[in-house]
């Protein structure tokens, strides 16, 4: 096969994926995303649109969701990345706002939602954070966890789309775990 | 509702939750692109830069010395196939270029990241030919087609000219909706590989039936050669129904190179290849009486189409259904163009026919001074006004005033432009709604096991609807068992044959099937004495003959749609508040699955009104929208709370089950109801959707 | 993209140095519009040099009340400052209005400034383009132009720039603080990027080479009333149709200070220079605001399909400004 690499263009980098070690050997082109589908088998994290336009990758890097789309793999060396696969931990028990996806029917199709599920968790943790949205209010004091009403989740949540229209049913959910 | 899955005999109807609903939301349920066979390879379409013209020659040098690139499939040298019936899968056949994004080569590489890279670095050469992409409604070559969506493309009672003429009261609007896409959340992809003269795909698909039907035909094989597995469907509304062209390239590109491989659509690709909703401009003309009652109805639609094929968007068939008018007119035109070739997309024909009817019925009542609810109820046909036949069953007007009722209208002060808050002006609307009742021959097999579970066997294909959970609902019943010993199996070729997911037609054809085979199980174990065989008892159901024969009766599920929104008068931004609809879709057979559909494809409808849209660039022959960061479809932030409410409705001339389709009729009218509740805000009529802040605002700025 | 190289440096000089080594080198920040474009194959670098491991993630208060803020700080990070949401708050609430919250956990400040247009024919290889391949046309022009600009455009290129955050910087009279070959520079951020002219293909004044090592926004503007708006085609997640960023500051009654600038306009932030000049020093009132907003608006050359940005800029404009402004003294 002509098809060897030419040196330079591949990295080895570790990463933590869902508490679990990797070291793999990286084309310097590939994001996370396909790392996660093509090279370790984890096709939770979906492939929507590959620009950052959907959400369907969304993934946790640190504890912060980003779009595994974006990511060069080979910037992320040391890097813990959960999934979709990885927010229930080790147990048989689903994560609780997995639970509550299924309690209020949050999907159709499912494409979307692994992407639905991490952003959220992802969301929480920044509200949690004190981080402001478009539609937090300027009174809100800079610093304190900011409270979620329906339409801080809305706003927040907006860079995950779902075409088959299940977005009242997701606030639902995520209202469930708060 | 709890415990019913325990309980003999009440499954239908029950909410029950989704089979496949863990998988899904623990990342386990895999799409087509996510079958990761040992030395699976990837490929990724070249598409034609021009709209229209011949390839001249393939410049595959640069691209096959990249690093990982195994081939590129090229016009010239593509495995032949038979000709299909769809001329949109003869990809790489021949040289011709029909529109711009066509298939003009195919690179394959160990990654997607070659593939992708090895694509860019085919040189094409075309001889490029004067093209034609500009869609006027009075463009010369436009034609009546014979046919619009299966029927008469043109219907004409009574003299409607004449009638409109001599009318004490004429409204004479013209509607123009946009291209729309359905960019599923999964874009398309399969993956295919041969093992001999046997190739199996793995393919995003509402109907895995005719997908193997036509790679037999394609790559003449006998049926049982070719195996289709589509298990989960990251949605598809329209656009996955028959084939498209990335199956028919993987098992292409899969034979050329010996190795399973994967073609998965970069979503820019999908607007010019998988087919979209065709723009139309609709002419609509009313006339009534000073009472309300129409006496003249003429809807008249133009749309494009390619040059690859005739498709046809039958927008004007919804006024051969929806109220009395002695004097009818229902037409067609179409304008093939070198533009890729539209399609289905979610009710096609009647989400853009409804919007401008119902939109041209609010502005008769604006012109008549009647409430938009009477006025629809001072016009129910005693029969379908297109065919003549009775109603099986029909309650759009208790829809509209059941609606009327929960939404609060009877409070509305008609008059426009008149509520204000802060910038915002404020207003409701209304619009009915109908999709017709479809169904088509199917197959099931149903087992009775040993242990005391069944298996119920059916190619059904779960788009998202929850049609393994529904089937195994609609068994459950008709074998008189608790909801828990019921499997169901599907989205496989090797499951009995059935239909596809469309035209809202999937519950009621599989279940038909199923309900059968389920029934005849039921008698043969009231027969049997003693303990089951081991490999249990199976029988098996063909509704041919039954689900397709012809009714006296006209079938249609019929609704309302209420919408609240907010325009602000600063940007032109409109916000929805409130959604409300309310169907009447003979039984509902799973109150958690039926809900999320209707609310789910009123979000959709909601897209259609404020936000979605496309265009036909004359320039170049395509889309210029081509992502979803331009073509916008709706965010969380967009959507309100959406209400979707039901009207029992007992109907004995559908099926077995009783059951309406409900997939697709919460898009119909959504948008006219949302156009409606704009003009009520503001006072002004936008008749071109969406209803984005350029239009809104210097409709704002024009009548101030 | 075809085989790509990859360094990551320590420091900024050794950035810069490696910028010099690899011909054909592009700086990585946080890569939410260079990988999105090295896939669409619009960017085309022989190696990437990552910025994500230098020293420039951290926001320091400067003696003189300004703050400097590295160029690889997070846009969400930004936002949620405490010391900009209360001190500069029309630059948290571009940042907020901007993209996904994905997104902003992955933007930088100095990636976010060099955010190339998201114009579909630039974004298209098969179709003109100016911006992407000089002196191949625009597609643009006599094309899909609703969101295209409607100031300072050129016979060559009607693209906008895409940030919210620039608008504000803008407006703010932020600094771009920038190292290079020749060392350490600064420019205004409200001239840090170009308008078309010959040369789209030059989005900004930064030399080849040079990288953005932070933005400093002053003391001058520090505390003021200032606030952004943003209209666009859904609620959240999309690019502006046209945005304002105002700072105001009124004594008895009269504009003692004013910073406009505009996005989703020009190819640049549009600061309404003729605007503030007439405002200086003016009545602070809605009459005087809207005949200040018009004499910028004047200079609008719209395009066929792209009128609307006129009266929305305008309406944006005094809406904000007229928030802004405190209500008269009770007579």
């Known amino acids: 096969m002509t098809s060897e690499p030419r040196p330079g263009h591949h990295s080895e980098i570790t990463l933590r994926v869902n508490g679990k070690p990797h070291t793999l050997r990286v084309d310097h082109r590939r994001v996370l995303l396909d790392l996660l589908r093509e090279d370790l088998d984890l096709t939770g994290s979906k492939k929507g649109c590959d620009h950052g336009q959907c959400g369907a990758c969304t993934v946790l890097v640190d504890g912060r969701r980003l779009n595994s789309c974006l990511l060069l793999a080979v910037t992320l060396d040391g890097s813990e990345i959960t999934t979709v696969e990885g927010l229930g931990g080790d147990g048989e028990e689903p994560h609780p706002l997995q639970r509550a996806f299924l309690d209020r029917d949050a999907f159709q199709c499912g494409y979307c939602t692994p992407g639905q599920l991490c952003s959220a968790v992802g969301m929480l943790a920044e509200a949690a954070a004190g981080h402001p949205s478009h539609v937090t209010g300027p009174e809100t004091p800079a610093g304190p966890p900011v409270p979620l009403d329906r339409t801080e989740i809305r706003e927040r949540m907006s860079g995950n789309l779902c075409r088959c229209g299940a977005y009242p049913r997701i606030v639902d959910a995520i209202e469930d775990v708060i | ?704 | ?331």
């Open chain 2, 1 to 704: 509702m709890t415990g019913t899955t325990g309980t003999t005999g009440a499954a239908l109807g029950a909410p029950a939750e989704r089979r496949e609903g863990r998988q899904k939301v623990t990342g386990a349920a895999r799409y087509a692109a996510e079958y990761t066979l040992p030395g699976r390879a990837h490929a990724w379409p070249v598409p034609a830069a021009v709209a229209r013209g011949r390839v001249t020659a393939v410049d595959t040098a640069a691209a096959l010395a990249l690093p990982g690139v195994l081939a590129v499939l090229t016009p010239e040298d593509a495995p032949r196939l038979a000709d299909p019936e769809d001329a949109t899968l003869a990809v790489l056949q021949g040289p011709g270029v029909p529109h711009r994004g066509w298939c003009v080569a195919l690179a394959v590489a160990e990654t997607p990241e070659a593939a992708r890279a090895a694509a860019r670095a085919v040189r094409v050469t075309y001889d490029t030919a004067p093209h034609d992409a500009a869609f006027t409604e009075h463009h010369r070559d436009g034609y009546a087609p014979q046919e619009a969506g299966g029927q008469p493309g043109r219907v004409e009672h009574g003299d409607p000219r004449a009638a409109f003429a001599g009318a004490d009261v004429r409204v004479d609007v013209t509607y123009r909706v946009p291209p729309l896409h359905n960019h599923p959340m999964e874009p398309h992809a399969s993956t295919a590989h041969w093992d001999g003269d046997r190739l199996t795909v793995y393919t995003s698909s509402q109907g895995g039936t005719t997908v193997r039907s036509t790679l037999a035909q394609l790559f003449r094989l006998p049926e049982e050669h070719v195996t289709v597995v589509a298990e989960h469907v990251g949605g598809g509304f329209g656009s996955k129904g028959t084939p498209r062209p990335d199956v028919v390239l993987a098992a292409m590109a899969a034979r050329h190179t010996g190795r399973p491989v994967t073609l998965a659509y970069a979503r820019r690709h999908l607007p010019t290849v998988v087919g979209h909703r065709a723009p139309t401009v609709q002419r609509l003309r009313l006339g009534a009486g000073h009472d309300g009652r129409l006496t003249a109805l003429l809807h008249e639609t133009t749309s494009p189409t390619s040059r690859v094929k005739e498709f046809v968007e039958y927008a004007a068939v919804v006024s051969r259904v929806m109220y009395a008018a002695p004097n009818l007119l229902s037409a067609h035109r179409v304008v093939p163009l070198d533009v890729p070739t539209p399609s289905w997309m979610r009710a096609p024909g009647e989400a853009p026919g409804m919007y401008a009817l119902e939109s041209a019925l609010d502005e008769l009542a604006d012109v008549l001074g009647l409430d938009p609810v009477e006025l629809r109820a001072r016009n129910e046909p005693a029969e379908e006004p297109g065919s003549g036949k009775p109603f099986s069953s029909r309650h759009v007007v208790d829809c509209l005033r059941e609606g009327a009722r929960r939404f609060g209208w009877e409070d509305r002060d008609p008059r426009p432009g008149v509520r204000r808050e802060g910038s915002w002006l404020l207003g409701t609307g209304v619009a009915a709604a109908t999709y017709p009742v479809q169904a088509a021959p199917s197959t099931a097999g149903a087992q009775a096991l040993p242990d005391g579970t069944f298996v119920v066997r059916i190619n059904a294909a779960d788009i998202g609807t929850g049609a393994r959970t529904v089937l195994a609902q609609v068994a459950a019943d008709a074998l008189g068992v608790p909801l828990d010993r019921v499997r169901t199996e599907v989205g496989r070729s090797d499951l009995p044959p059935a239909p596809l997911a469309g035209g809202s037609s999937g519950t009621a054809s599989w279940g038909w099937a199923v309900h059968e085979a389920c029934a005849e199980l039921a008698s043969r174990l009231a027969a049997h004495t003693g303990p089951l065989p081991a490999e249990g008892i199976e029988t098996r159901a063909d509704t041919t003959g039954k689900a397709d024969a012809d009714s006296p009766w006209a079938r249609h599920a019929f609704g309302a749609h209420f919408a609240e929104v907010a325009v602000d008068t600063v940007t032109g931004e409109i916000r929805a508040r409130r959604l409300l609809g309310v169907y009447a879709a003979g039984r509902i057979l799973n109150a958690r699955t039926a809900r999320s559909q209707f609310t789910g494809a009123m979000i959709m409808g909601l897209g259609m009104a404020l936000t979605e849209g496309s265009t036909l660039d004359p320039a170049f022959g395509d889309f210029p929208e081509a992502d979803l960061a331009s073509y916008h479809v709706p965010v969380h932030a967009d959507v309100p709370d959406v209400e979707a409410h039901w009207i029992d409705e007992d109907d004995p001339h559908l099926n077995p089950m009783g059951s309406k389709g409900i997939g697709e009729i919460g898009i119909v009218g959504t948008a006219a109801a949302v156009g409606n509740a704009v003009h009520h805000a503001t006072g002004i009529r936008f008749r071109e959707l969406p209803l984005t802040p350029d239009r809104i605002l210097a409709g704002l700025l024009s009548e101030s």
């Open chain 3, 1 to 331: 993209m075809d085989a790509l190289g990859y360094v990551r440096p320590g420091s900024v000089q050794e950035a810069v140095e490696a910028y010099a080594a690899h011909p054909g080198a592009r700086y990585l920040a946080g890569g939410t519009n260079l990988v999105d474009l090295l896939k669409l194959g619009v960017e085309k670098p022989t190696t990437l040099i990552d910025l994500g491991r230098l020293p420039l993630d951290g926001t320091e208060e400067l003696p003189d009340g300004s703050l400097r803020v590295g160029a690889t700080v997070r846009n969400s990070d930004l936002a949620a400052d405490p010391r900009v949401r209360t001190r500069w708050p029309a630059l948290s609430q571009a940042l907020l209005a901007g993209a996904s919250a994905q997104l902003r956990n992955a933007a930088t400040t100095g990636g976010n400034l060099l955010q190339r247009t998201r114009c579909p024919y630039f974004q298209d290889l098969d179709k003109p383009c100016n911006k992407r391949e000089p002196g191949s046309g625009c597609g643009a022009r006599d094309g899909v132009h609703r969101d295209h600009a409607v100031l300072g455009h050129s016979a060559q290129c009607i693209a906008t720039n895409p940030s919210d955050m620039a608008v504000a910087l803008a407006a703010l009279d932020a600094q771009v603080e920038l190292y290079g070959p020749d060392g350490p520079r600064r420019l205004p951020a409200a001239e840090f990027h170009r308008l078309p002219g010959e040369h789209p293909e030059r989005d900004t004044w930064i030399r080849p080479g040079e990288l953005i090592t932070g933005i400093v926004l002053p003391a001058a503007t520090a505390g003021l009333p200032s606030a952004y708006r943003k209209a666009r085609d859904r609620a959240s997640y999309a690019f502006a149709l046209a945005s304002v960023a105002v700072v105001l500051r009124v004594g008895d009654g009269v504009v003692a200070q004013v910073g406009i600038a505009y996005g989703g306009l020009a190819h640049r932030p549009w600061r309404a220079r003729h605007t503030e000049l007439a405002l200086q020093g003016a009545a602070a009132t809605p009459a005087a605001f809207e005949g200040a907003v018009a004499l910028e608006l004047a200079h609008a050359e719209p395009l066929r399909d792209n009128a609307y940005k006129v009266s929305l800029a305008r309406n944006l404009a005094l809406d904000v400004l007229n928030r802004l402004a405190p209500a008269p003294a009770p007579a």
